[in-house]
């Protein structure tokens, strides 16, 4: 296969990374943000929204990922790896510092902003090569230094699944009655990542957390497992787990489902009877149409259509290894046929939808709304008012946690009042 026709036939596999070739941006299929940032790469672009967006929850801060920005070319997928990967060290180097002081909250969080350096560094590596199992390995041991050099009341578990294991963390809550919120993340997401993008803001508002990687996410890809079409599977395993382990109550579970993690979502909320809500940002019941619509973008660019960057070719390879198949053929194949039934589904359902987002992911979240039959449901929609217009809230991820958070309270305020 050719360059150019990998750009084509790869664009199917490339789940939620851009398509070059494609129409202009308010036409893009898997369009992820309507707004340019600092970037002109549009992978690269979302990705550096990212890491800001960690910022207030113990991330990098503005001044930190602005400098490493700096150091990056725009669209060369190594260079960022290196950038993001050496200001890691920085960071860890600076927590060892202040750790031999005894500050030890200071070195807790400068500790985390390794780990948030480590994470983006992998995001446009090989995957599954050495650089990347390199850097997930310091993001991993960076990111549990860290929970206990600031004292969160976190429990690291595995969730037995396939004869191998599930990794996540629950983080409990003072109150003991306290609901659980599951996050379940999507194509680019770890659990560690997800406690940054809405986990700490979600517990600090009275819930305990949980945040589990399923198949395909984070590096179970390393471990054989790979993203699967029924996912209320090893949503239903982590579920039992969460019973079991943590006395998570049924009935008092709410679960919250980004990007992906929509699909996954609205599988779950017509299989799992023991979830009291959920909230999918965005409700994406049939992902194997924007993995069409990406390919018929790409033809439609041409053969004079620019050649992809190499961060774009790294997200389309990514995605083929973390669903488990070696051409965009079988990814095409295994993913067409998965749906999420909108007539199952009659627990509370919050659907959130960013304006800037894919116009694929804009109409599935619209007719989904419409289609379930919760009798108490609400769609919320965000312009680029809002800040929080972007893909799973990305430039703005309070309003998320807000919105969810917000739906939440009154659920379950309606359920203790019988």
Same mark, same amino acid.
């Given at each position: 296969?050719?360059?150019?026709s990998?750009?084509?036939a790869?664009?199917?596999?490339?789940?939620t990374?851009?398509?070059? *070739?494609a129409a202009?941006?308010?036409?893009r299929p $898997?369009q992820?943000?309507?707004?340019?940032?600092?970037f002109?790469?549009p992978?690269?672009d979302? %990705?550096f929204?990212?890491?800001l967006?960690?910022?207030? @929850?113990g991330g990098?801060?503005i001044g930190?990922?602005y400098?490493v920005a700096?150091?990056i070319v $725009?669209?060369d997928a190594d260079s960022?790896?290196r950038?993001?990967?050496a200001y890691?060290e920085?960071?860890?180097?600076?927590a $060892?510092?202040?750790g031999?002081r005894?500050?030890?909250?200071? &070195? +807790?969080?400068?500790r985390l902003?390794?780990? @948030?350096s480590?994470?983006?560094a992998?995001?446009? *590596?090989?995957? =599954?090569?050495?650089?990347?199992?390199?850097l997930?390995?310091r993001? !991993?041991?960076a990111?549990?230094t @860290?929970?206990?050099e600031?004292?969160?009341?976190?429990?690291?578990?595995?969730?037995?699944?396939? +004869?191998?294991?599930?990794?996540g963390? %629950?983080?409990r809550?003072?109150?003991a009655?306290a609901?659980?919120?599951?996050?379940?993340?999507?194509?680019?997401?770890? %659990?560690?990542?997800?406690?940054?993008?809405? =986990?700490r803001a979600?517990?600090?508002?009275?819930y305990?957390?949980a945040?589990?990687?399923?198949?395909? !996410? =984070?590096n179970?890809?390393?471990? =054989?497992l790979?993203w699967?079409?029924?996912?209320e599977r090893?949503i *239903? &395993?982590v579920?039992?787990?969460?019973?079991?382990?943590?006395?998570a109550?049924?009935?008092r579970i709410?679960l919250v489902?980004?990007s992906?993690?929509g699909?996954?979502?609205?599988r779950?909320?017509g299989?799992e009877?023991r979830?009291?809500t959920?909230v999918?940002s965005t409700p994406?019941p049939?992902?194997?149409?924007?993995f069409?619509?990406?390919?018929?973008?790409?033809q439609?660019g041409?053969?004079?259509a620019?050649?992809?960057?190499?961060?774009?070719l790294?997200?389309?390879?990514?995605s083929?290894?973390?669903a488990?198949?070696a051409?965009? !053929?079988a %990814?095409?194949?295994?993913w067409?046929p998965?749906?999420?039934? *909108?007539?199952r589904?009659?627990?509370?359902?919050?659907?959130?939808?960013g304006? +800037? $987002?894919?116009?694929?992911?804009a109409?599935?979240?619209r007719?989904?709304?419409?289609?379930?039959?919760s009798?108490r449901?609400?769609?919320?929609?965000?312009d680029?008012?809002? +800040?929080?217009?972007?893909?799973c !809230?990305?430039?703005?991820r309070?309003?998320?946690?807000?919105? &969810?958070?917000g739906?939440?309270d009154?659920?379950f &305020? @309606?359920?203790?009042r019988?």
């Amino acid at each position: 296969m050719n360059r150019r026709s990998f750009v084509i036939a790869g664009s199917a596999a490339a789940g939620t990374a851009t398509v070059a *070739a494609a129409a202009g941006p308010a036409q893009r299929p $898997d369009q992820r943000l309507a707004t340019r940032y600092r970037f002109d790469d549009p992978n690269m672009d979302l %990705f550096f929204m990212s890491a800001l967006s960690w910022g207030p @929850a113990g991330g990098l801060d503005i001044g930190q990922a602005y400098h490493v920005a700096s150091t990056i070319v $725009d669209g060369d997928a190594d260079s960022w790896v290196r950038s993001f990967g050496a200001y890691g060290e920085v960071q860890d180097a600076q927590a $060892d510092a202040w750790g031999r002081r005894g500050w030890r909250r200071a &070195a +807790g969080e400068a500790r985390l902003k390794a780990f @948030a350096s480590y994470r983006s560094a992998w995001q446009f *590596a090989e995957p =599954g090569g050495e650089a990347f199992m390199r850097l997930y390995r310091r993001h !991993q041991q960076a990111f549990a230094t @860290a929970v206990g050099e600031l004292a969160w009341p976190a429990t690291l578990f595995q969730v037995p699944y396939g +004869g191998k294991a599930l990794p996540g963390m %629950f983080v409990r809550n003072a109150a003991a009655d306290a609901p659980v919120v599951l996050l379940i993340g999507g194509a680019d997401t770890c %659990f560690e990542d997800l406690f940054l993008s809405y =986990g700490r803001a979600v517990w600090e508002r009275g819930y305990a957390v949980a945040i589990v990687d399923l198949p395909g !996410q =984070g590096n179970t890809a390393a471990e =054989g497992l790979y993203w699967e079409t029924e996912p209320e599977r090893p949503i *239903a &395993a982590v579920v039992d787990t969460l019973v079991q382990r943590f006395g998570a109550r049924p009935g008092r579970i709410a679960l919250v489902g980004l990007s992906l993690g929509g699909y996954f979502a609205t599988r779950a909320a017509g299989f799992e009877t023991r979830l009291a809500t959920v909230v999918a940002s965005t409700p994406f019941p049939a992902p194997g149409e924007l993995f069409g619509a990406s390919v018929r973008a790409a033809q439609a660019g041409g053969a004079g259509a620019a050649a992809p960057s190499s961060a774009t070719l790294r997200s389309w390879q990514t995605s083929l290894w973390k669903a488990g198949v070696a051409t965009p !053929q079988a %990814f095409l194949a295994r993913w067409q046929p998965a749906r999420a039934d *909108a007539a199952r589904v009659t627990l509370p359902f919050l659907s959130v939808l960013g304006g +800037g $987002d894919s116009p694929v992911f804009a109409a599935q979240a619209r007719a989904w709304h419409e289609q379930i039959r919760s009798a108490r449901k609400d769609f919320v929609f965000l312009d680029a008012a809002t +800040g929080a217009d972007g893909h799973c !809230q990305v430039n703005a991820r309070l309003r998320l946690v807000q919105e &969810a958070c917000g739906w939440m309270d009154e659920v379950f &305020a @309606a359920q203790a009042r019988g």
